[in-house]
């Protein structure tokens, strides 16, 4: 299976800083990708690259095989990338159907009326599809709650015919029930077909829903683990860039695994994983 999405050599200079050296990032179809490392390690200046809210210096950006240009947030969604930021850019004092259908509003043919009829209606379904339970889709998006609202900024991503959905730090600040509504969330857009990349600091979340870890610290991919068969230590040790003497090398992937390490390169060995957590959990914070 060919990964939708690829980068390949993603380099990024802000001034005299480097951002990211020579990144490469692959996701297929049906798996949820974490993205993890510590503060300045890169991965929100990666996403907004993916996002097209930043133009990457060199690399190449890869949808379906064939190269492509992406220079402007609308580049990326015409595509089928979404992304959903912690600050969800939803507006409190509008309703469901509002926030959904914000600026992509439906009209009556030939009429500049809004067709509130079949915006409801498709309002509906995508919330059933996603399976979000709401008192109703006429209250304010300030009455929901945490884990609410941020299935109503995901469903939003799901009217836009979204092939691939990044989420940073989806469960942030929410309760426990609120985020194990977000994590069901994740798992139902994996098995719809979706490509799923998941940043976040709380390692927890990511063995809960992920398939494939990769790891950045200091701007550089380090390393990809399969989560199946990895343990939280070996990705807190390529997060910080520890050394062990059981086995584990510098760049945080245990020696003689199945995770690949890539160092500079960033390269992946491009296999399509399916997993299941088999280790501990724990959290960086």
Same mark, same amino acid.
Request: glycine share 10%.
């Given at each position: 299976?060919?990964?939708?999405?690829?980068?390949?050599?993603?380099?990024?200079? #802000?001034?005299?800083? +480097?951002?990211?050296?020579?990144?490469?990032? $692959?996701?297929?179809? &049906? %798996?949820?990708?974490?993205?993890?490392?510590?503060?300045?390690?890169?991965?929100?200046?990666?996403?907004?690259?993916?996002?097209?809210?930043?133009?990457?210096?060199?690399? %190449?950006?890869?949808?379906?095989?064939? !190269?492509?240009?992406?220079?402007?947030?609308?580049?990326?969604?015409?595509? @089928?990338? $979404? /992304?959903?930021? =912690?600050?969800?850019?939803?507006?409190?004092?509008?309703?469901?159907?509002?926030?959904?259908?914000?600026?992509?509003?439906?009209?009556?043919?030939?009429?500049?009326?809004?067709?509130?009829? %079949?915006? $409801?209606?498709? /309002?509906?379904?995508?919330? !059933? =599809?996603?399976?979000?339970?709401?008192?109703?889709?006429?209250?304010?998006?300030?009455?929901?709650?945490?884990? +609410?609202?941020?299935?109503?900024?995901?469903?939003?991503?799901?009217? !836009?015919?979204?092939?691939?959905?990044?989420?940073? *730090?989806? /469960?942030?600040?929410?309760?426990?029930?609120? /985020?194990?509504?977000?994590? =069901?969330?994740?798992?139902?857009?994996?098995?719809?077909?979706?490509?799923?990349?998941?940043?976040?600091?709380?390692?927890?979340?990511? #063995?809960?829903?992920?398939?494939?870890?990769?790891?950045?610290?200091? &701007? !550089?991919?380090?390393?990809? #683990?399969?989560?199946?068969?990895?343990?939280? $230590?070996?990705?807190?040790?390529?997060?910080?860039?520890? *050394?062990?003497?059981?086995?584990?090398?510098?760049?945080?992937?245990?020696? &003689?695994?199945?995770?690949?390490?890539?160092?500079?390169?960033?390269?992946?060995? @491009?296999?399509?994983?399916?997993?299941?957590? *088999?280790?501990?959990?724990?959290?960086?914070?």
């Amino acid at each position: 299976m060919e990964p939708i999405l690829q980068l390949r050599g993603i380099n990024k200079s #802000f001034g005299a800083v +480097q951002a990211l050296r020579n990144v490469d990032l $692959e996701v297929y179809g &049906g %798996e949820v990708v974490g993205l993890v490392g510590d503060n300045g390690a890169g991965k929100s200046t990666l996403i907004k690259i993916i996002a097209g809210v930043y133009a990457p210096d060199s690399g %190449e950006y890869i949808v379906d095989n064939r !190269r492509v240009n992406v220079t402007r947030p609308q580049d990326a969604t015409h595509l @089928g990338i $979404e /992304t959903v930021y =912690q600050d969800l850019a939803l507006c409190d004092n509008l309703d469901v159907v509002s926030n959904l259908f914000l600026g992509r509003e439906d009209t009556i043919s030939g009429l500049p009326f809004m067709n509130s009829t %079949e915006m $409801e209606r498709r /309002t509906i379904d995508v919330l !059933r =599809q996603l399976d979000v339970k709401i008192r109703s889709v006429h209250v304010p998006v300030s009455a929901l709650s945490g884990g +609410q609202r941020q299935s109503i900024a995901v469903a939003k991503t799901i009217l !836009r015919n979204a092939r691939i959905v990044i989420l940073d *730090e989806p /469960t942030a600040a929410l309760g426990v029930a609120q /985020t194990r509504q977000v994590l =069901q969330l994740i798992k139902r857009l994996r098995d719809q077909g979706l490509g799923m990349v998941v940043i976040s600091h709380n390692l927890a979340d990511v #063995f809960e829903v992920v398939d494939r870890v990769i790891v950045m610290r200091l &701007g !550089r991919r380090v390393a990809s #683990f399969d989560i199946k068969s990895t343990t939280t $230590e070996q990705i807190v040790a390529a997060i910080t860039g520890a *050394e062990f003497s059981n086995g584990i090398d510098g760049q945080g992937a245990s020696v &003689g695994s199945t995770a690949s390490v890539n160092g500079d390169e960033g390269a992946d060995d @491009g296999n399509h994983p399916a997993y299941q957590h *088999e280790s501990g959990k724990g959290s960086i914070q």
